[in-house]
């Protein structure tokens, strides 16, 4: 098993530009989350999904989309990049009522 | 919304001595998790704590729910080097809810 796969592992954006942060697991979890970290701050949920075709919002869900059209893969897109988005990345996954597994993250930074 | 907060934010200790980190809840929790994080890594998942009043022990760590699942503590007796990191709590508010995390306690330990 590869667990969760976050690519690409770094990142430059321009002001502006979109892009999409890549994660898949192959555990077969229900549950996956993206988090943002910056320094002082902790993990801040972005958006989550309990399952394939259901997402919903976490506590700092402005600038992104999520979708999941599998239970493998849950996308994060940046819709205009701007330089609060500077951060890393982290993409998590679970079964129910367990605890997460984190990929590697993905450090972006928007200039 | 839920909020966890986890106190202190920076802790540093000499080989040997003990180390707790607390984390308390706005509202009730269906469950608290911990994780480590090393420096430059991504989290790591520690353990679960489910039923009101449950102590858990992993070798050195000793983790605790409190009776009204609001709050919870991590002790680590005698501090090595090698838990050096910064230590997360995680709570639900239900299962299908958001995962929201602590700001987490880094931990210092000097030789």
């Known amino acids: 098993n590869a667990g969760v796969t976050q690519t690409p592992k770094f990142q430059v954006l321009k002001t502006g530009q979109s892009m999409t942060l890549q994660c898949a697991q192959d555990m077969n979890h229900e549950y996956m989350s993206w988090y943002r970290q910056d320094p002082g701050m902790g993990l801040r949920l972005i958006h989550y999904?309990?399952?394939?075709?259901?997402?919903d919002q976490g506590e700092v869900p402005n600038g992104y989309n999520v979708s999941r059209s599998t239970t493998e893969d849950f996308p994060l897109r940046l819709l205009s990049a701007a330089p609060s988005q500077t951060s890393v990345y982290f993409c998590a996954s679970s079964p129910q009522g367990e605890g997460y597994t984190f990929g590697s993250g993905t450090r972006l930074t928007v200039v | 919304g839920q909020q966890v907060m986890q106190i202190p934010q920076y802790q540093h200790v000499q080989e040997g001595e003990d180390f707790t980190t607390y984390c308390n809840s706005s509202t009730t929790l269906s469950n608290i998790q911990w994780y480590k994080q090393r420096p430059g890594g991504h989290p790591v998942f520690l353990i679960q704590?489910?039923?009101?009043?449950e102590v858990k022990k992993q070798k050195r760590l000793t983790f605790q729910f409190g009776e009204a699942k609001k709050n919870s503590s991590l002790h680590i007796t005698a501090t090595q080097t090698t838990d050096v990191g910064t230590y997360f709590c995680a709570g639900h508010r239900s299962l299908g809810y958001a995962l929201n995390f602590g700001k987490g306690t880094s931990l210092l330990v000097t030789p």
């Open positions: 704590l489910v039923k009101s009043g």
């Open positions: 999904s309990v399952g394939a075709g259901i997402t």
